[in-house]
């Protein structure tokens, strides 16, 4: 039978204990009461609100909270409460019910029962996750804002930008993606992902900027965050596509300085949970900081260029120089010494007027000689006067006449010379007409194929049908002859050359590839702005046509280019430079079978070669 005093005294511990109560569910922060075995007895309010689970779920189970990197710690930690009794300020990090990690600093006690026997553990969690991002951002705005000015290069800069966000939000992926403003493209210049392949891969890849996540924030100019890709009408796949990649959540944010909009700062795949607007914030604070640095390093990467630009246009105008030096001193030398052993063997009173003639081929055979000088002086920039033009125009005339004379006499001669000057000077119409690119392509291959018939070069037809063309027809012809002669004359026997029609993205398109020695890249740079070879001038000889490195003039891939600007088409070069043929100076042997590094054809078809795209725009 309960005594008055045991009845007082239980009253009195139920008393304290609903006091304790009230106490521990007016505190801010987190409570949990574990019994010995570590199940739950007791959560406080703040508990349920900061991490998500009520104590009818989880009374008498364990709480799932620990990451699993921090279990053997948390062990440990446990081992430790029970010898000392009591822990203070333990720095930590716990799991929220809809998987968030939080930063927490947990206190905790042991408590005993009446007997004087641990009962089990009580213990208080301090959210500083706040504090501790608030402390993280100042720190990384700080360390942005002094580092940014010590790295020069543009890429520099942007490594060290997305290795920040990175951090910062914890994410798998970031990227800087920066608009081309005259193709009207994303491209990615900088990225940082888990995979280093993927950024690889990425930066090969560009988009136009209304599709995507970052062309709705570049359209808008607002941040934008993307819980699930899968359910985003923004969202464009392509991109993970041609990069393996699979992105389940990003936030994008503008990068913009005072009047536009320079790119986007992008992070994907948050590690723990999904992206908030504190990391809209935040993210938002850096490309706000580095908007100006990244502009000011791309005007200098593009000053940087146009400099590189001028010194390859001097060099290449000393190329030019020595280049005509030699095409017009070396047949002009060889012709002058022929005729000066036709005039010493050939008895002129044998054929009536025959000293005259060669009189009349040394003499303009010299006249050319003085124009080549004068070339020189043009180039150099050094005085050339006019009335030296005009005397050389004077001479052809009066040649022209002495020849049109021998030839048919005096009758009919204005008619004749009429006829011969507008032959050679008059205007000519070229008049566009509806052309089918593959029947006129497969048609001049045909004609020309006897031409290179010594070779053994590969050729590959994949001629399909496309709308027509509308352009000269003779203009057409010129580019075409002109690619298939410069893909013979760089690809060695028993290599390829692939020649494709096919319909691109704007209109009809004629694919050149030769798998070749290549182009290097200085040399790619002035392709097709100047009378620019890529061989050089020493090495150089001009060949047949259509032989292996036969040579040219320079201005086969110039004239196309003016074609392209007058008549409305676009012409695209890029190139690989043969791996074991690296400098113009290197000299490949014309026949795969003859080289020493490629000892089958497989191995020359992946070293190197050439593809001109020209594209007709409808």
């Not at 009520?54 to 799932?64: A, F, M, S, V």
């Not at 992105?247 to 723990?272: E, F």
């Not at 007058?566 to 000299?587: A, G, M, Q, V």
Request: hydrophobic letters at 40%.
């Amino acid at each position: 039978m309960t005594s008055d005093s045991d009845l007082k005294n239980s009253n009195s511990c139920f008393a304290a204990e609903q006091r304790y109560r009230a106490f521990l569910n007016f505190l801010p922060d987190p409570v949990f009461v574990f019994n010995l075995d570590s199940t739950v007895s007791y959560l406080n309010p703040a508990f349920e609100k900061v991490f998500g689970w009520t104590l009818k779920e989880l009374e008498g189970r364990h709480i799932p909270f620990v990451p699993e990197r921090l279990k053997e710690e948390t062990r440990e930690g446990l081992k430790h409460l029970l010898a000392e009794r009591v822990i203070y300020g333990i720095e930590t990090q716990r799991l929220t019910r809809d998987g968030r990690l939080l930063d927490i600093v947990i206190n905790g006690a042991i408590f005993y029962d009446e007997a004087g026997e641990p009962a089990g553990q009580v213990n208080t969690l301090r959210d500083v996750t706040a504090e501790k991002r608030i402390s993280r951002v100042n720190q990384a705005m700080f360390r942005i804002a002094r580092a940014l000015y010590q790295f020069r290069r543009l890429d520099d800069r942007l490594d060290f930008i997305i290795r920040e966000v990175k951090e910062l939000l914890t994410v798998d992926g970031a990227s800087v993606i920066l608009l081309d403003d005259d193709r009207k493209e994303f491209y990615f210049r900088a990225t940082n992902f888990g995979d280093s392949g993927t950024g690889q891969r990425m930066k090969e890849i560009r988009f136009p900027i209304d599709r995507g996540v970052a062309g709705h924030v570049y359209q808008t100019g607002q941040p934008l965050i993307v819980p699930d890709t899968s359910q985003s009408p923004y969202f464009f796949s392509f991109v993970d596509h041609e990069t393996g990649y699979h992105t389940q959540n990003m936030l994008d944010v503008p990068v913009r300085t005072s009047d536009r909009i320079i790119g986007v700062l992008c992070a994907v795949n948050k590690i723990n949970g999904g992206f908030v607007e504190a990391d809209v914030e935040l993210l938002s604070a850096i490309a706000t900081t580095v908007a100006y640095p990244i502009e000011n390093a791309i005007i200098n990467e593009e000053l940087k260029k146009s400099y590189e630009e001028v010194q390859s246009l001097n060099w290449a105008k000393e190329k030019v120089i020595h280049h005509l030096s030699h095409e017009l001193k070396t047949p002009v030398s060889v012709l002058s010494a022929s005729i000066g052993l036709l005039k010493s063997r050939l008895p002129s009173a044998t054929v009536p007027g025959v000293k005259r003639i060669l009189d009349r081929a040394a003499r303009n055979l010299e006249r050319i000689l003085e124009m080549q000088y004068e070339i020189e002086d043009i180039l150099r920039q050094k005085d050339f006067r006019a009335y030296h033009m005009m005397s050389d125009l004077l001479e052809v005339c009066r040649d022209e006449l002495e020849v049109l004379v021998e030839e048919i006499g005096e009758d009919r001669i204005l008619d004749r010379l009429r006829q011969r000057i507008d032959t050679l000077f008059g205007p000519k119409d070229a008049i566009p007409e509806e052309i089918d690119l593959a029947v006129l392509t497969k048609q001049l291959i045909q004609k020309i194929q006897f031409e290179y018939s010594g070779r053994k070069c590969n050729l590959n037809l994949d001629l399909r049908k496309t709308s027509p063309v509308f352009i000269p027809p003779d203009v057409l012809t010129k580019v075409i002859v002109g690619l298939i002669r410069n893909a013979v004359e760089n690809t060695p026997d028993n290599s390829r050359i692939d020649v494709r029609v096919a319909n691109g993205s704007g209109g009809p398109e004629l694919t050149v590839t030769d798998f070749g020695i290549g182009i290097t890249a200085d040399d790619q740079k002035l392709i097709f702005q100047s009378h620019v070879t890529t061989r050089g001038t020493l090495e150089y000889s001009t060949k047949k046509p259509y032989d292996f490195n036969a040579g040219g003039r320079g201005f086969d891939l110039l004239r196309m280019k003016i074609f392209s600007e007058r008549y409305h088409f676009s012409i695209h070069l890029s190139s690989t430079r043969c791996r074991y043929i690296p400098r113009n100076e290197d000299l490949c042997p014309g026949d795969v079978l003859l080289c020493r590094f490629c000892n089958r054809i497989e191995d020359c078809l992946a070293s190197g070669g050439t593809t001109v795209t020209v594209g007709f725009h409808m």
